[in-house]
């Protein structure tokens, strides 16, 4: 049970909405902060390509079907990972597209995933599918959240689908007779659902819940970015601190009762 008497009304409607929906989508905080993003990835797929660069960020990213084949293309995505994040600025443009709602949703002291993820789904690609399933299921912790920002708008079969929270239980107790994540897809399919998400916006997802997406049936091309964050003092799963996680805030007075050694050397 959590109680929200200390939030702003602002807040709580926010919260509940996280809740009750398993996620919450808003403007990005840092517009210029976003595009600088974009700009960055559109330059990098450029030089993968040898294009000159394009005035046109959002056209080149969405259009990227037309200039590189299916073989070729995680070579381009981690061609624009590896730039991205290689970049001093990046990590902590990402975190302010949505610093306000993390600190709504998650808290103020922080650990953030060491590097940001992207993905990229051509239109009938589906080399780059990512089955139904939970990410607790694979060593993250349920305290986390996910930040997934698309570079370019997302709708129907462009997006992911995520299954709602008064759903996911029953599911998950009903996988034991389920014979493939195809199956498990088609049962949950009538109950998912397709995000929406024009770029300029972010989501913050609870990745306990079942997810996924399909093959690209819309005209453009899917960039998006996907990072998680949590509670630096919440638990962790088999993705721990300093080695996935990294603190990217913490407060004075819990550096201050880290360090405290009480009399005779022990700590506090």
Not at 11 to 22: K, V
Request: glycine share 6%.
């Amino acid at each position: 049970m959590t109680d929200t008497d200390f939030l702003q009304a602002d807040e709580q409607a926010l919260a509940q909405r996280f809740i009750d929906n398993g996620f919450v989508t808003t403007p990005a905080d840092d517009r210029a902060g976003l595009d600088r993003i974009q700009r960055r990835a559109a330059e990098l797929a450029a030089d993968y390509l040898k294009l000159p660069h394009s005035n046109d960020p959002y056209a080149m990213l969405d259009g990227i079907h037309t200039r590189v084949s299916v073989d070729d293309l995680n070579g381009l995505r981690l061609h624009v990972f590896n730039g991205l994040n290689a970049e001093p600025w990046f990590r902590p443009t990402y975190f302010r597209l949505a610093r306000s709602t993390i600190e709504t949703i998650v808290g103020n002291e922080l650990c953030m995933q060491r590097r940001v993820n992207l993905s990229i789904q051509m239109p009938g690609d589906d080399s780059s599918l990512l089955a139904t399933h939970s990410d607790v299921w694979s060593g993250d912790s349920p305290f986390e959240v996910v930040v997934w920002v698309p570079l370019v708008d997302v709708h129907r079969t462009k997006a992911m689908y995520l299954l709602p929270p008064s759903l996911n239980g029953d599911m998950q107790d009903r996988m034991a007779s389920l014979r493939s994540a195809e199956e498990l897809y088609k049962t949950i399919k009538p109950h998912a659902t397709f995000i929406e998400i024009p770029y300029g916006h972010v989501m913050l997802f609870n990745q306990t819940l079942m997810h996924g997406n399909r093959i690209n049936e819309e005209p453009g091309t899917r960039w998006s970015m996907n990072c998680r964050f949590k509670s630096i003092m919440s638990p962790y799963a088999d993705k721990r601190f300093g080695e996935f996680f990294e603190p990217i805030l913490l407060r004075p007075a819990t550096r201050v009762g880290m360090q405290y050694k009480l009399p005779g050397g022990f700590h506090g």
